[in-house]
């Protein structure tokens, strides 16, 4: 299922990394963005950890910020899709207002079709207080504009996945 989400992902435009420590991550990290101003407001202490050297910007300035960094709550092989948790708008924010989006993927959460994610999709939607859901496939693209396919127009140009592979202990410290 692994291989299969990489080629469905790589498919729509995502750049799709493979990992397995959350140090190797985030030298890809330091890597792709470099020293810079990030959005990531929700991000797992072990992942802040591993990251020191990037500037954490202020919800206010995430339209500035070079890049968001977020966690999945699970992908979707079939499609190349992560399914985000964006209920706090500070999180909406910053995977939407940057150029480059960033995305940490545990590969034991991959299934094969969005139906394999009725459970966790009607846990999260029934709740008292219903949680906000997000699909993402790709980079954003549209083509409203006489019919010319335009990258980054809604949002970030590039979505990077950062599967990690192996040890998931990383998304409950």
Do not use: C
Not at 33 to 38: L, P
Not at 144 to 164: A, S, W
């Amino acid at each position: 299922m692994v291989e299969q989400f990489q080629i469905a992902a790589e498919a729509v435009g995502a750049i799709v990394k493979r990992f397995t420590t959350l140090t190797d991550a985030a030298g890809y990290v330091t890597s792709a963005v470099g020293v810079t101003t990030v959005a990531a407001p929700n991000l797992p202490p072990a992942v802040r950890r591993v990251l020191p050297n990037l500037t954490l910007a202020a919800p206010a300035d995430f339209a500035a910020a070079d890049a968001g960094i977020s966690v999945a709550r699970a992908g979707i092989a079939a499609t190349g899709s992560l399914l985000l948790e964006l209920s706090d708008p500070t999180d909406r924010s910053a995977t939407a207002l940057p150029p480059v989006h960033l995305v940490f993927l545990d590969a034991t959460t991959i299934v094969p079709t969005l139906a394999n994610l009725a459970g966790l999709l009607e846990e999260n939607l029934y709740r008292p207080s219903p949680v906000y859901l997000s699909l993402t496939t790709g980079p954003s693209r549209t083509a409203d504009i006489e019919r010319v396919l335009t990258i980054g127009v809604h949002g970030p140009k590039e979505l990077h996945i950062l599967m990690m592979e192996g040890d998931a202990s990383w998304t409950r410290d």
